[in-house]
């Protein structure tokens, strides 16, 4: 079996029931599935697996996993379903014990209620075995369904009925002299189940209703003995992303993008790499990274000796190594390329017919330069990149003197040969300043998603070296960001909070706390922050207060006095991901731990704690809240409690109210959803991708999301994407969005206190970006150019 099948990458094989291989799957946006893959030794068996998976895609039960995509015409065949997270009912009872009393009760009639169900819609299961109930969070779920054609029908389903009861309540030993385990309902149900004749057993149905009338059977759901521990792929990875220092965060991209490449067709594919690829070239710190982050991710069973990743799945499974592919997929095979020609440069002694010169050089410059996003070249690559420019600036210089030699001597020929002389320079120089102009382009992009504004001034700088291509899509690249602001004094552990207008930006680090007028770059008050550790900042929604969250108590900020408020309340004492956040009308302060799960609520007008214990998104105002408890859910105005099921699964975390109070955003698995206070949706279509926190504008016609590194914004009114940029990442948190009270300007705080300012008026492309890019942001300084371009001789650009 390969990586993929059809639309999905493959993971862990979960089950090796009879003829069937079932393996994990991920589809194209990460979702987590069941395929399996039966085997069919001729075409009889497969017109009878056709049939049986045709029935079993009608059956819509709780108590069953879904069948949701078959395709049987490919090689090989398989199904896919619903994947349920828990261990199987035979792990359980090798681990736990068998069952007795009324869980007895109740896990013989959530798979009773399962085979009617499957039997009612036509189909059969046919190979009902331990492994093939699954205990999840929502009770017992029947998997495997269509994989083994009718396996004898209904009837040979209830006998297995019989027999998985017989296991539950006696384990793998068969049933002696241990004692009678079953009371005289139970016990009677399950021999008739297993005799021998088929036509005498019971139907599903007759099991189940005789089960109904049993109290025991009534008395809530079978769940799993412990907390469900079934994490999927990029959870799992997500998970171990927590646990490294910073050093090694920040090498976590560039090990696992030179651990895919790119096949024959140029889709992503999983490569084993050597190790001495991840390390060489690289000083000792870095060195100890990288094998730091060899060494969890492997404990994890996410990467494999030689270095490779151990399932393709995790490719589409995790989102952060997804969005890093989509950053860098382009250049990996180029990557791969330098990477090779280097160690081959190094192992031969670093001669020179071994450097890149030409389009090689040119192509891998363009992507050093400007077209990756997360990979660090290693020292060595960058010593071989660096050796071929400075060859080829060589010959350069060694042709044009010989050029100059030999037209000096040939005087007396022909004017004919002089012009061609000099024609041939011209290609040559022409050729150094096109390669130039590739370099400043690329390096163009390479600045952008952070820089902007250098951004446009380098694609000035590689329009005016050559007027290429590549040199006018740097010059006229779209981008909505107008101008940036990043913290001069930021460092890998200050804490950044901006205002709810983008007006103004909190800095602490090491106890100084800085405040700075975004539009202007000022720094407006430099005071120091309290003593103990701070770990999360918020502003209230005027501006007007600065909560900081300590490690045990909380502090309020005040700038127009510059006090510091007494302690109060809580903190957050577990460190990694942490975050602050105001009510909508400022009369609560909510904060959060993620890797740990701590949050709490203080009420500042009353002074003490609130919504203690339960998951509350507060509503303008704070008059309302949606209180978050699975069917429970609760909508809360004034003291009086309303039901909202609906909520139901909804993530709190990713829910935020309109400015009118009657609407929520959610950003769900398959998009963001608008819905009224019932549940309904307000809008026909979901807006995707759904990547994290949403924000609406101050009149609630836009609609803005951030995660770690992107934003996106949506007009409402008729529902259009009007941005959609990437922003400098952050390690531990969300990018926060801020918009002016006009809507016109979005201010963004992403990683290292930068501040990219997005026009959302969506302005006209210039007639002569030349001219505007001097006119708006002036030229590229003689400081700027040497930091951006050292191998190009300065030219003034405006």
Sequence with gaps: MTDRLGGYWLGARLDRGGQVVVREAYDESGGRHALGVPCLPDADARIRLAASAEAAALVRSLSVARVTAVCLDGEPPYLVSEYIEGPTLRQVVRLHGPYSGDDLYRLATATATALAAVHEAGATHGALTPDKIVLGGEGPRLVGLGLSGDGGGPPADVQAWGRLLVFAAYGPEEPGDGGERFDRLLRGLVAAALRRDPERRPSARQLLMSLLDAPPSQQGRLLPPEPV????????????????SPAEQDLVPDVFLRLVGVDSEGADTVVTVGRDELVAGRAADEVAAIEGVLAAYGKAGLIEEPPAIAHAALLRAWPRLREWLDGERAGLAVHRELAEAARRWEAGGRGESLLFQGEPLDRALAWAAGGRRRVTLSAGEQTFLDAGLALTRRETRR???????????????????????LWQRGVADGRLDETMARV????A??????????ARKLGLAAWLLAPIPESR??????????????????GPRTLHAITADGATLAALDEGTLRLYDVASGRLVTTTGGPAQSVRAMAWSPDGATLALVGVDRSYLYDPRTGEMGRPFGRGLGTPGEQSAWFSPGGGLLFAAARQSGERWAWDLRARRAAYVGEYAVIGPGDRLALVFDGRRSQIRRSGKASPAPWLDRMPWEYTTFAPDGVRVAIAEETGIQIYGLDGVPTHNSRYRPSPGHLRFSWDGRLLVSTDSDRVRVWRLDHGTQIADRRVPASVDRQAQAAISADGRWLRVLAGRGTVLTIDLAAPAAPARPEVWVCERYGPLTAEEWGRHLPEVPYQQTC
């Excluded at 521990?229 to 490294?244: F, I, Q, Y």
């Design 229 to 244: 521990d079934d994490p999927p792929l990029g959870a799992r990875a997500e998970a171990v992303h927590a646990t490294l």
């Design 399 to 421: 042709h044009a003197r010989r050029r100059r030699t030999a037209t000096a001597g040939l005087l007396s020929v022909a004017m004919v040969a002089v012009l061609l002389a």
């Design 440 to 443: 400043a382009a690329s390096r």
């Design 445 to 454: 992009e390479a600045v952008r998603v952070a820089d902007p504004v250098t």
């Design 473 to 490: 899509r740097a010059l006229t690249a779209p981008d909505p960001a107008v101008e940036v602001f990043a913290d001069p004094h930021a």
